[in-house]
């Protein structure tokens, strides 16, 4: 595909991670200190990612118990305490996280010109606080919440389609992640799909038509 010459109805983001710069890590590295030995820390922080995304998979629940039920699992699992006050202190922080440098800067060159939405795993009551801090006007802000159901699954996505009263073909799709985003935006059928490569999940080609390493390189994508 000629990225160029694919100029999308819309440009649908992942918030958390792709442009929020997520701190789950951070918290999780501090609060377990006091638990783990710090050579054990970053495999316990991948263990909870990997809770959280079996959390999301089943039925709605709010984002607070997605949170709270994948820690105390990963707890068991290291069999270290679980503090249900740490995993609030988490969820508490949500809102004040702020985009990664590369991305308003990015945003605000597209924003005027092509229709962005957010597709988040949010609550309603934090994302806005969020996007906010973006640097760039949103056409749409779709959360989990709304959509009683988060990505991975497609009736996240089917979700925002209804909103925008377009389908995948026309969209272009823009995550970091492919477990929760890209490999959904395959299936589903999107015009074009953009992994932002930060770091946190490897590239895969199967799943992405192109890669970009931040924010910035976006506007080049589309032509602009």
Known sequence: MGTAVF??????????????RFRMTEMATAFYADRLPPEALPKFCK???????????????????VIANSLDRCSKKWGVEFREEEANAVYEAVP???????????LSKICDKIPLVILSNAMNSQIMSNVGMLGATFHKVCTAESAQAYKPRMQAFEYMFDQ?????EVGMHVSSSFRYDQNT???????CRVFV???HEPSNANYRDVEIPHIGALPAVVGL
Do not use: N, Q
């Not at 100029?7 to 929020?20: M, Q, W």
């Open 164 to 168: 925008l009263g377009m389908g995948p």
């Open 96 to 106: 004040t996280w702020g985009p990664h440098e590369d991305v308003p800067g990015g």
């Open 7 to 20: 100029t999308p109805k819309f440009i649908s983001f992942d918030c958390y991670g792709t442009l929020t």
């Open 197 to 199: 490569g930060r770091g």
């Open 47 to 65: 263990d909870w990612g990997a809770y959280r995304l079996d959390e999301v998979l089943g039925a709605w629940k709010p984002y607070r118990d």
């Open 185 to 191: 935006a395959t299936d589903l059928g999107f015009g």
